[in-house]
C-alpha cells in the first residue's frame, strides 16, 4: 500500500488530501478483483495473470497504480479496474471529500459501478448513505455487490443502463461516471441539482482521451470544460448495435502533403480536436505491408465511407490517398487538423462544452483572442465540422 500511495502522489504531482490517503488505506483494491486479472504484454496485448498460480504476481499487480482488465466479450477488454491515480484524480475534480470549508455531497451517483472499488472510495469518503451506483452488466453488479458487502460498505447499487441515470435518488450533488462518452444523456443533466456536478472520461471515435467537468444550471442546461487526463472505456449501451458499415465501390485517388502522423501519430491535443471536428470517423495503422510500407486507414463508423493515406517508404512530403463513399474523410481531416493549426494548436484544457435544454451540445475553444473556433455538432452530439 505505501507504494501504491507513492505511485499515485508521483503521478498526481501532488500530495494526496488526508482523506484520501485514509479512504485508500481503508479500501483494499485486491478485495474487488477477480481471481483472474489480465495485464499487458508489452506487445499490444494482453495475458492472463491468475491468483491461484501465481499469487505473488496477483497482488503485486492489484497493488500497482495501472489498470487491471477484468472482463472480455467477443474477444475484447469489456470492463477493467482503472488506475487508483485516475480514480482519485477524478473525485478531486468532482470536490468529493476535500475541501474542509465545502459542504460536503449528501447525494453522488456512480455511473458504472465496475468491480465496486470506486463507489467503495465514495462510501469512505462521505459514507454509505450519500452514495448510489449502476452497473449495467447484471453479473458484474452482482459480483460488485458481493465485493462490497465484503469490504464492509452498503451503497445503494442497482442494475440497470447508466445512460439513464437512476432517478428513484435523484436530484444529486455530484454524477460520477466511470466508462468515456461522446455525448451526455439528458438524464445525467436532468438529475443533477442546479450547481451540481457532473464529471465524467471523454470519448470520441477518433481519440479517446480526456475528462469533463460541466456544473448544471437552470433548466436543464450544464457548462463546463475538459481536462487533460485519463482514457477510459466507452459506455455501452443495452441492445447496442455492433453490424459494421456496407462496402463501397467508387474510390476517388489522390495526392496530400499533410503527413498521416501528424493526425494519427499521438499528438493528443491534435487527435481531440480532430475527434470533436470530424465526428465518426476512427482510424487504424495497417503496417503488414500489404498495401504499403505504412497505411493509415480511416473509416466511418456509421456509413460505408474510408479513406486510406499511403507512405511508399520514401517520400516524407507526399502521400497517396484514396477516398471512398459519400464522406471525403481525409479532405475532413485536412479540413479540421488546418483549422486546428489557425486557432494556434489549442490544448485540450482549452476546449469548453455547453448542454442547452434541448441536449444540443455545442465546443469552442479559448484562445488568447478569447472565444473562437466553435464546433457545433450534430442534435445531442459533440463535435461536427460547421463553424458558426
Not at 257 to 279: I, Q, R, T
Not at 353 to 359: E, F, I, Q, Y
Request: glycine content about 12%; some cysteine.
Amino acid at each position: 500500500m505505501d507504494q501504491l500511495l507513492a505511485d499515485v502522489t508521483e503521478l498526481l504531482g501532488r500530495q494526496l488530501p488526508p482523506e484520501y490517503e485514509c479512504a485508500l488505506r481503508t479500501v483494499p483494491r485486491h478485495l474487488f478483483l477477480p481471481s483472474r486479472l489480465w495485464l499487458r504484454d508489452g506487445e499490444g496485448g494482453y495475458r492472463p495473470c491468475d491468483r491461484s498460480t501465481d499469487p505473488n504476481e496477483w497482488l503485486t499487480a492489484a497493488y500497482t497504480d495501472t489498470p487491471l482488465v477484468t472482463q472480455f466479450t467477443d474477444g475484447l477488454p469489456s470492463s477493467s479496474a482503472s488506475m487508483p491515480s485516475m480514480v482519485l484524480r477524478t473525485l478531486l475534480l468532482a470536490g468529493i471529500g476535500e475541501a474542509a470549508d465545502e459542504v460536503r455531497p449528501r447525494r453522488v451517483l456512480e455511473l458504472g459501478t465496475g468491480t465496486g472499488f470506486n463507489a467503495a472510495l465514495l462510501c469512505a469518503l462521505l459514507g454509505d448513505g450519500a452514495v448510489s451506483t449502476v452497473e449495467l452488466d447484471p453479473l458484474l453488479a452482482a459480483q460488485a455487490a458481493r465485493n462490497l458487502q465484503t469490504a464492509g460498505f452498503a451503497p445503494v447499487a442497482s442494475c440497470g443502463d447508466a445512460a439513464a441515470g437512476w432517478q428513484p435518488r435523484a436530484p444529486y450533488e455530484r454524477v460520477i461516471a466511470t466508462f468515456s462518452v461522446d455525448r451526455i444523456p439528458p438524464a445525467w443533466v436532468q438529475q443533477t441539482v442546479v450547481g451540481g456536478r457532473i464529471v465524467t472520461p471523454w470519448t470520441s471515435s477518433w481519440c479517446r482521451y480526456g475528462t469533463l467537468a460541466l456544473t448544471a444550471g437552470p433548466d436543464g442546461t450544464a457548462h463546463g470544460r475538459f481536462h487533460a487526463f485519463a482514457s477510459f472505456m466507452p459506455m455501452r449501451r443495452s441492445g447496442q448495435d455492433t453490424a459494421g458499415p456496407a462496402a463501397v465501390s467508387v474510390r476517388r485517388k489522390g495526392v496530400t502533403s499533410l503527413s498521416p502522423w501528424l493526425v494519427a501519430g499521438g499528438d493528443l491535443d491534435a487527435e481531440f480536436h480532430l475527434g470533436l471536428a470530424v465526428p465518426g470517423a476512427s482510424f487504424a495503422w495497417d503496417t503488414s505491408g500489404e498495401h504499403a510500407p505504412a497505411r493509415l486507414h480511416i473509416a466511418d463508423d456509421e456509413g460505408p465511407s474510408w479513406a486510406a493515406v499511403d507512405y511508399d517508404g520514401h517520400s516524407a512530403d507526399r502521400f497517396t490517398v484514396i477516398q471512398a463513399g459519400p464522406r471525403l474523410l481525409w479532405d475532413e481531416i485536412t479540413a479540421g487538423y488546418t483549422h486546428w493549426e489557425t486557432l494556434g494548436r489549442p490544448r485540450i484544457g482549452q476546449y469548453r462544452l455547453s448542454v442547452d435544454t434541448a441536449g444540443e451540445h455545442t465546443v469552442w475553444v479559448e484562445t488568447g483572442r478569447g472565444r473562437s473556433g466553435i464546433v457545433r455538432g450534430r442534435q445531442g452530439e459533440a463535435g461536427g465540422g460547421q463553424q458558426t
